[in-house]
């Protein structure tokens, strides 16, 4: 096990570092989540050390009704609730976003027709009708192959909750195995209603055994993300190439208009395309849809044409036996003109990329109906132009148009290439968004465009990034040819991390028949790797570019998913035992001031050492604390009902609770912070209002002498080494079950007695409420700790180098603490802390 894996949230405190026997907090929530190396402290009141006391209440814990750990005022009323889930749109909605998807996703491919033929037989001359047959048939096949088959059947269904990418796939994993590189991962987050695991099937031994390996071998996690990286990397070197290779393809013997000032112009439209994306996904898809719709129709129009006038035999090409005739002639120059035949598959990524942006059902759709058909007809007259004037194929594209044609489909066709830019900038943008949630990406200001759709996201900073780069590869690279060579490795590239990982999780969470899950990668990842091994020959003609992108976002993901996680493990190894707490007393050795402090800390349990700073420096200590932890779960959406956490830290007098805040990777922060205030005190007092009638329902049953279940003496012969299992007793879901099994309601009015039902009349929770209010009323302080992350002095050279300075520079420039949490300016206290890891 490696050290990430051995270092558990019960290790030794940073202000007293003595074992911890008794106190702790009062937790309710199912056993599952009680460490296991140290006993559970369920007591709020009293003797912490009573080993007999311990035993009869585990007893009664093993029988009693489900107990509830959200502190969501709605979670309390409303159990299972699954009314998050979109209802499924409507025919004609479907219909209008498969439109909409036409100027965001398939701009990309719709603009391939403009160089694929020319830069496939700039490999390979034209001498007779089988190049032509061949090549036409090795488009139509990889597009077949790929986009239709892979993406639009396979791969669209591998979607988590209708987000897409390579860090949706990821999520899906985690999900299933335990294989994040960050340790926060509770039961309790499996009990989300999108968190929903697959039932046993046949094949469940075997993906038992699959996710047994990857968690136990550390070397498997950080491969595992490693490649999810890269894919995503590539992914963001795809959205700076894509104009480049859309750019290009505008170039031909046009008269007036030379290479120089195509490419001026693009850069314009380029400045312009970029600009306008602060408006959102929803208003540029509406404003580039028709017109990629008119260049689809354009296409198919001008192929069927060719085709009708020039040769209609191009259709023998439907015969994949001219593929291996096109090899079989050819050679060497056919395996090299696999790399621009790549090219006819450009964008076929973003299909998934910007799922989150659509629907499976509308990218579906729009592909089998309008897409696919008219890029055939495309190519085939294309084809058809070649075989009666072989030496057009330079400018294949602009001399198959007919003359009267000419000029309307030039302004359309420089229009489409800028346009085709739009799907790997939305794919971008996506991908960005969840690698920051999942912990793999610096923070950086994300706008929501769109109210109806979470997926539609905006990230200026990004934007502005990719903006540059475009107009530099642009103003740099003005020959198809090695822009191609860049692309290919790219495109490519992505798609066999998508296929790896697609393949994962046919075995793991799908769990489908071995046979076919193999045969996934071996059909579709060997002709991802023939293509590749064509345009890896070619990293010196330009393929070098996409490298140095990945290499250098891969890095930078990477150096601040090691800083997070050993920031992290820092504050475990550091937090502050429970016992110097309870010598400390209620008082917490300082005075208690009226006022509520929420203290934001990254510990999903335990004391974070920021917490004794603020009690040297801080002359007082509100009386009422709350540890919030914002925290992403491997989930798109948690919904609002089910995304708080709450539970009570130390005894009843100390009054110290602790708030989980549970948060998808298309989740966004924007509640005002008034009204998570307000939240927040209302939960609290439902939280305490059902930890009463919890301790009254116990008392009841105690001395009702209900207790049947017999329990071996071994059981808790040993303290520390009980077992957990018997504990985790699902959360409430709606009805609760007595002794018998019989059904209670779940305010329990019915059913239990006055003197459980009654808890307002608890005098000791009637203080604790208007202590509450009392607190409130003067209002909330936000405690926020500014870290420093610094290398232990006996650590090696690179680590020193990547923490002290490039993951620092990382933490300096991303967005800061107070903005990522949205929490008001006038009412923060911060202190300084310095982590050494």
């Not at 060997?526 to 996409?546: C, D, I, N, Q, R």
């Not at 008392?699 to 009980?722: Q, T």
């Amino acid at each position: 096990m490696d050290e990430e894996d051995r270092i558990s949230e019960s290790s030794g405190g940073r202000l007293a570092r003595r074992s911890y026997s008794g106190g702790g907090e009062s937790r309710w929530v199912d056993g599952g989540e009680v460490d296991s190396d140290s006993p559970p402290h369920w007591s709020s009141t009293g003797d912490y050390d009573s080993r007999g006391e311990y035993g009869s209440l585990r007893r009664r814990l093993v029988k009693k009704p489900k107990r509830v750990d959200s502190f969501d005022v709605e979670a309390m009323e409303i159990a299972g609730a699954h009314g998050h889930h979109s209802k499924d749109l409507s025919t004609w909605a479907t219909l209008a976003l498969a439109f909409q998807t036409l100027g965001v996703v398939y701009g990309d491919l719709g603009t391939s027709p403009l160089y694929v033929f020319a830069d496939v037989f700039s490999k390979v001359s034209v001498t007779s009708e089988v190049d032509v047959l061949g090549a036409l048939s090795l488009v139509m096949y990889t597009i077949a192959l790929l986009p239709l088959t892979k993406y639009v059947f396979v791969v669209l269904k591998a979607n988590d909750n209708g987000e897409g990418g390579t860090f949706a796939l990821y999520s899906l994993i985690c999900r299933y195995a335990k294989v994040n590189m960050l340790p926060n991962r509770q039961p309790a987050d499996e009990q989300i209603s999108s968190f929903r695991l697959k039932l046993p099937t046949p094949e469940f031994e075997r993906a038992l055994r699959i996710k047994e390996t990857l968690e136990r071998r550390s070397t498997l996690k950080t491969l595992l993300l490693l490649l999810v990286l890269m894919g995503t990397s590539m992914v963001i070197g795809d959205g700076i190439l894509t104009p480049a290779i859309s750019v290009s393809g505008l170039q031909g013997e046009i008269s007036g208009i030379g290479t120089g000032a195509v490419v001026a112009i693009a850069i314009i439209m380029l400045v312009g395309l970029f600009s306008i994306q602060q408006f959102g996904t929803g208003k540029v898809s509406f404003m580039f849809a028709p017109l990629i719709a008119l260049w689809f129709f354009s296409l198919g129009s001008i192929g069927i044409y060719n085709m009708v006038k020039h040769d209609i035999s191009v259709v023998r090409a439907f015969n994949p036996a001219y593929i291996y005739f096109f090899f079989k002639k050819n050679s060497t120059d056919a395996w090299s003109a696999l790399g621009g035949c790549v090219l006819c598959i450009t964008g076929a990524e973003a299909m998934f990329a910007d799922l989150g942006h659509f629907s499976v059902r509308a990218i579906q759709i729009a592909f089998t109906c309008v897409v696919f058909p008219c890029l055939l007809l495309a190519y085939m007259g294309q084809a058809a132009y070649l075989i009666k004037y072989p030496n057009s194929a330079e400018r294949i594209f602009y001399d198959s148009v007919p003359d009267v044609l000419f000029w309307p489909v030039f302004v359309l066709a420089t229009l489409a290439a800028m346009i085709a830019s739009q799907a790997m900038i939305s794919a971008t943008f996506s991908c960005v968004k969840q690698s920051m949630a999942l912990g793999c990406f610096p923070r950086l200001k994300i706008v929501h465009t769109s109210k109806r759709r979470m997926g539609q996201i905006y990230i200026p900073v990004i934007n502005w990034f990719l903006m540059t780069m475009c107009i530099v590869v642009v103003s740099i690279f003005q020959s198809t040819a090695d822009i191609a060579n860049a692309y290919g490795i790219a495109e490519v590239g992505v798609m066999m991390v998508t296929t790896t990982l697609v393949t994962l999780v046919m075995l793991l969470i799908w769990q489908t028949n071995l046979f076919l899950a193999l045969c996934f990668p071996l059909v579709f990842g060997s002709v991802e790797l023939t293509y590749f091994s064509a345009v890896l020959t070619k990293v010196l003609e330009g393929g070098w570019l996409p490298l140095v992108f990945a290499t250098i976002f891969l890095t930078t993901m990477y150096i601040w998913n090691y800083g997070s996680v050993l920031k992290y493990q820092s504050e475990v190894r550091e937090k502050i035992s429970m016992d110097f707490l309870l010598e400390l007393g209620s008082t917490l050795g300082t005075v208690r001031v009226p006022g509520i402090g929420l203290l934001y800390n990254e510990l999903v349990q335990g004391i974070p050492s920021i917490f004794g700073q603020f009690l040297l420096d801080l002359p007082a200590i509100h009386s009422t604390i709350v540890f919030v932890c914002i925290k992403y779960v491997p989930v798109p959406v948690v919904p609002q009902e089910e995304r708080f956490l709450f539970r009570r830290v130390c005894p009843k007098d100390y009054h110290m609770f602790r708030c989980i805040a549970r948060y998808g990777y298309k989740d966004i922060r924007k509640e005002d912070h008034h009204a998570f205030e307000q939240l927040l005190v209302q939960s609290l007092e439902i939280f305490l209002r059902n930890e009463a009638q919890d301790l009254a329902l116990e008392s009841n049953l105690n001395e009702m002498d209900l207790d049947s279940v017999s329990v071996s003496s071994r059981e808790f012969g040993n303290r520390d080494g009980y077992n957990n299992e018997e504990l985790r007793i699902p959360l409430m879901q709606g009805t609760r079950f007595d002794e018998a099994g019989t059904s209670v309601s779940e305010d329990g009015s019915s059913a239990l007695p006055s003197s459980v039902t009654s808890v307002d009349e608890d005098p000791s929770l009637e203080y604790e409420l208007s202590a509450l209010r009392e607190a409130m009323e003067s209002g909330f302080t936000y405690l926020l700790g500014h870290g420093d992350v610094r290398a232990k002095k006996n650590s090696f050279f690179l680590k020193k180098l990547v923490i002290n300075y490039f993951y620092a520079f990382l933490r300096r420039n991303c967005r800061a603490g107070t903005a990522n949490l949205s929490v008001p300016h006038m009412n923060i206290i911060q202190v300084g802390m310095t982590y050494m890891v």
